[in-house]
């Protein structure tokens, strides 16, 4: 069940997966991760579990304009490390994302609370920034603190 103003989680240390430089692969996973169930759902009579995507390599290359050989390729890269699983049908194919909660889970009940309601509060990082900044805002530079000549 997809819903349009929700969000996934990336972590800057997918820059050191094994499929980050490998385009294609890394493409197809976000790709996944984006169009995965964010709660259960039925499906022609099967329930489709949080985290799995209901689709078929076919599907995949058109959304994302790549081969179906680019599709199996990429999806036997990510089986092979584990990241997905899959099972087919003669009509479809269900491609589980494994970790889903762990990489996709809510941290605490408060903070779903606050994305439901729009109300963010502001993160350390935030408030260091928003310190910088005013601190920065008291210095003041004359144009020969720079060298613009």
């Known amino acids: 069940m997809l819903s349009d103003n929700t969000y996934i989680k990336l972590y800057r240390s997918l820059q050191n997966w094994r499929w980050y430089k490998d385009g294609n692969t890394a493409r197809v996973y976000i790709h996944l991760l984006m169009k995965a169930n964010i709660s259960a759902a039925n499906f022609e009579e099967i329930t489709i579990q949080r985290g799995e995507v209901v689709t078929s390599y076919n599907n995949l290359a058109n959304e994302l304009g790549l081969s179906p050989k680019n599709i199996r390729t990429a999806i036997k890269h990510l089986k092979s490390t584990g990241e997905v699983a899959s099972r087919s049908t003669s009509k ?6 494994n970790n889903y909660e762990k990489y996709q889970g809510v941290a605490s009940k408060t903070a779903s609370e606050r994305q ?10 935030q408030q260091y920034n928003k310190n910088n900044k005013e601190k920065n805002n008291q210095e003041y530079y004359s144009k020969d603190d720079f060298n613009l000549y």
């Open 92 to 97: 479809f194919t269900i491609i589980t994302i």
């Open 116 to 125: 439901a309601s729009g109300k963010q509060t502001a993160s350390k990082w």
